[in-house]
């Protein structure tokens, strides 16, 4: 039987390459995306052409009745779920932590923590074997924002992704008898659009030099720490977390 995964927020970025890695290790894939439609298909269409299995759906995983509809979508074209990658996430403008409004906070935990809660149970009801499913495995983006905490930047977003921590242990031990590993991964300084959602598009480039390797990450180099994660290669691997950060 087929793998089948789920990578949110998976038109560009690290959730694009975890994507093309998937299809390349012969999962049929689910392309979630919100609002870059012609990216997702960009990436659709070069999938479908190297013979792999793929559809792209739109949802915003922060709205429960979409989240709902984006898994129903994938039961009835692709089949039982096997992989969950909670990718999607966002930030907003670089600010010091008084002047971050509390709307502001709300969008943040709305996508970052509501959606990859509501995206795990989704994923829990067809995975467990506690509901007749097969097992499987969730990985988390988490980042080394949630360690570092993000000052006069993106303190809101860092705590959104220390909750994806919490969440992951308490997962994993959780799930560890049904079939499911739950780990995550926190990326550092790579290089995606996100810096540019910040305000500061070049962010990788004027902080590479406090890196210990001295450069930028790359979205492919998250998305191969990803896959591992979820292969069999990592079985016996769960509430684990792999700083993909260069040393910082």
């Known amino acids: 039987m087929q793998k089948i995964m789920l990578v949110t927020g998976a038109s560009r970025g690290i959730g694009a390459e975890t994507a093309r890695l998937a299809a390349e290790a012969g999962y049929a894939v689910c392309i979630n ?3 870059s439609e012609s990216e997702a298909n960009k990436l659709l269409d070069a999938l479908l052409a190297s013979g792999a299995t793929a559809i792209a759906v739109r949802a915003d995983i922060g709205d ?5 509809r984006l898994f129903e979508t994938i039961d009835g074209q692709l089949g039982p779920l096997t992989a969950l990658v909670n990718n999607a996430g966002i930030l907003e403008q670089q600010s010091d932590f008084e002047n971050i409004s509390l709307g502001r906070l709300q969008r943040i935990l709305r996508t970052n923590v509501e959606g990859s809660f509501m995206c795990c149970q ?29 000052p006069h930047e993106y303190i809101d977003y860092a705590a959104s992704k220390g909750a994806i921590d919490a969440m992951t242990i308490g997962l994993s031990k959780e799930l560890g008898e049904q079939g499911i590993r739950v780990n995550a991964v ?11 959602s910040g305000g500061e598009a070049g962010r990788v480039d004027r902080l590479k030099s406090g890196v210990p390797m001295r450069r930028g990450g790359l979205a492919i180099e998250v998305a191969r720490v990803i896959m591992w994660l979820i292969s069999e290669d990592a079985s016996y691997t769960t509430g684990s977390f ?4 260069g040393g910082r």
């Open 33 to 35: 995306f919100h609002h």
């Open 64 to 68: 429960e009745s979409e989240v709902g």
């Open 122 to 150: 989704q994923a829990i009801r067809r995975m467990s074997t506690k509901h007749g499913g097969e097992g499987g495995s969730i990985v988390n983006l988490s980042s080394r924002a949630a360690v570092l905490g993000g």
């Open 186 to 196: 926190r990326p550092g300084l790579i290089y995606t659009d996100m810096h540019a």
């Open 242 to 245: 792999v700083e993909v950060s």
